[in-house]
């Protein structure tokens, strides 16, 4: 249509731009690394719970069989079990408040 110049003449690349896009990707870069899911497997304090849980477990099922077999042995049956039962629990809890007292492990 016209042969005319246009009246602005575009401007050339700024070396301020491309240093400010260059930050830009750098900042980005960071920000995905630091916000992706880091997952490396069992924390130290699900480990301190499971152990807790199965100290728990352990001793109560430890003094039932062995409340359980001294009652069957002595013929005290009911008493044997029940004796065994708060041994069982007794040990359960001092074995969680010794492991609560260990400072972590720095997993």
Same mark, same amino acid.
């Given at each position: 249509?016209?042969?005319?110049?246009?009246? *602005?003449?575009?401007?050339?690349?700024? #070396? *301020?731009?491309?240093?400010?896009?260059?930050?830009?990707?750098?900042?980005?870069?960071?920000?995905?690394?630091?916000?992706?899911?880091?997952?490396?497997?069992?924390?130290?304090?699900?480990?301190?719970?499971?152990? #807790?849980?199965?100290?728990?477990?352990?001793?109560?099922?430890?003094?039932?069989?062995?409340?359980?077999?001294?009652?069957?042995?002595?013929?005290?049956?009911?008493?044997?079990?029940?004796?065994?039962?708060?041994?069982?629990?007794?040990?359960?809890?001092?074995?969680?408040?010794?492991?609560?007292?260990?400072?972590?492990?720095?997993?």
């Amino acid at each position: 249509m016209s042969d005319e110049k246009p009246a *602005r003449q575009p401007i050339g690349e700024d #070396a *301020r731009i491309d240093a400010l896009e260059e930050r830009l990707k750098t900042a980005r870069e960071r920000e995905e690394k630091r916000n992706a899911p880091q997952v490396r497997g069992v924390g130290s304090s699900d480990k301190a719970g499971s152990r #807790a849980l199965t100290d728990l477990i352990g001793g109560l099922v430890g003094g039932v069989v062995v409340g359980w077999t001294v009652g069957w042995l002595f013929d005290v049956n009911p008493w044997g079990l029940l004796v065994g039962l708060f041994l069982g629990i007794v040990v359960a809890f001092r074995n969680i408040i010794r492991a609560s007292k260990q400072p972590p492990s720095g997993d």
